[in-house]
């Protein structure tokens, strides 16, 4: 049998047995060493959000059970027929998989692991394509300022590849202080509270532009790249207040409310700032090109960036479960506030 995390009504997950998956042609199958929990995403699905898919109309009914996960590592048990990149044995990590101690995924949602890295960060290896494709969306240019609003897991993943890429400053931006800690331990150069009364006044000084402002002819401050990652609209708003004339914004986490307003007139179009829709399928499927890349190639960029030093995920995940502990894992992620970086160690059931 297969063990699965359910999430079998609100607020509540189990560890359930379901049937073996056998893998068809063209699909791999691997028993998991590691999964991570996307906080967003799976908070939204165990409390009964009814629209967790970019798919799911505004008034789509709530359906249970519901099953989450989606970036893991583990070890190939078996191939279908035609499958060539990879073999029984091998180290991967996968792309949209479930919590689950074996899936069954087509080829190119597998990746081999490097010898030099670990399951642990190979199980970072689909959900950092999230922040990935937010930051080549925005075109970031070497020494540009760039700031990332939301500390959860995808913001401190935005942090550490921001600062790969050459931004400068790179500026975190969270309410909850142990966030803020965490943000500058993985190399943000300022990390502020934007519910504070002096946030704006501290970004703008932080960041000086060089050409004329476009309306008065004074000095114009202000970040050219913003990745906004807390889904809320609060969190919108207060980085618009910020951003320079023509910077980018990527809505990576974006509120699944639409009754939230925003003065577009003068905070976007009179500034001339771009809002890029940034969920993680708004890419292409089979070809890679500037700026959008595929999941794959995404994923197989991050972990090369791992194997060639230029970037480390060591201490980054704070909390390891075993499966069989989904139920406090998950009771804590409804009630909301501050959660760890948490990965399933699935050598432990």
């Given amino acids: 049998m297969n063990r699965n995390i359910i999430f079998t009504k609100e607020n509540t997950a189990e560890l359930v047995e379901k049937p073996m998956p056998e893998p068809g042609a063209g699909q791999v199958r691997v028993r998991l060493v590691r ?23 505004p008034d789509a009914p709530v359906v249970w059970p519901r099953q989450g996960g989606y970036s893991s590592s583990g070890i190939v048990d078996a191939i279908g027929e035609g499958v060539k990149t990879v ?24 990746y081999k692991l490097p010898d030099c890295v670990s399951f642990e960060a190979g199980a970072l290896a689909h959900i950092a394509t999230f922040p990935m494709a937010a930051i080549r969306k ?5 020494g540009e300022s760039a700031i990332v609003m939301g500390q959860g897991v995808l913001g401190q993943l935005a942090v550490m590849l921001l600062k790969g890429a050459g931004a400068a400053p790179v500026i975190a931006a969270d309410p909850i202080p142990e966030r803020r800690e965490i943000a500058l331990r993985l190399g943000a150069d300022l990390a502020l509270d934007p519910t504070a009364p002096d946030f704006r006044e501290k970004v703008l000084a932080a960041c000086p532009l060089e050409d004329k402002g476009i309306y008065t002819g004074e000095r114009a401050c202000g970040v050219k790249v913003a990745i906004e990652v807390t889904g809320v609209g609060a969190g919108l708003d207060s980085v618009l207040d910020v951003m320079a004339p023509m910077g980018r914004v990527a809505l990576l986490g974006c509120t699944r409310n639409s009754n939230f307003s925003i003065d577009y007139y003068h905070k976007v179009h009179g500034r001339g700032v771009a809002l890029l829709g940034a969920h993680t399928w708004a890419r292409p499927l089979n070809e890679s090109s500037p ?4 999941h794959r190639d995404d994923a197989k960029t991050f972990l090369k960036l791992l194997s060639f030093g230029r970037m480390s995920v060591d201490g980054f995940v704070s ?8 139920g406090e894992v998950y009771a804590r992620l409804a009630k909301g ?4 970086t948490t990965q399933f160690d699935w050598t432990r059931l």
Wanted: glycine residues 8%.
């Fill in 138 to 142: 925005c075109r970031l240019e070497l």
């Fill in 291 to 294: 700026g959008l890349f595929t």
């Fill in 87 to 110: 073999k029984v044995g091998d180290r991967v990590a996968m792309s949209w998989t479930l919590h689950s101690e074996y899936v069954v995924v087509p080829e190119d949602r597998v």
């Fill in 319 to 326: 909390d390891v479960r075993s499966p069989a502990e989904c």
């Fill in 35 to 57: 999964s991570t929990v996307s906080s967003g995403t799976e908070r939204a699905n165990v409390t009964g959000c009814n629209v967790v898919s970019i798919l799911d109309p």
């Fill in 337 to 340: 506030g501050a959660f760890p």
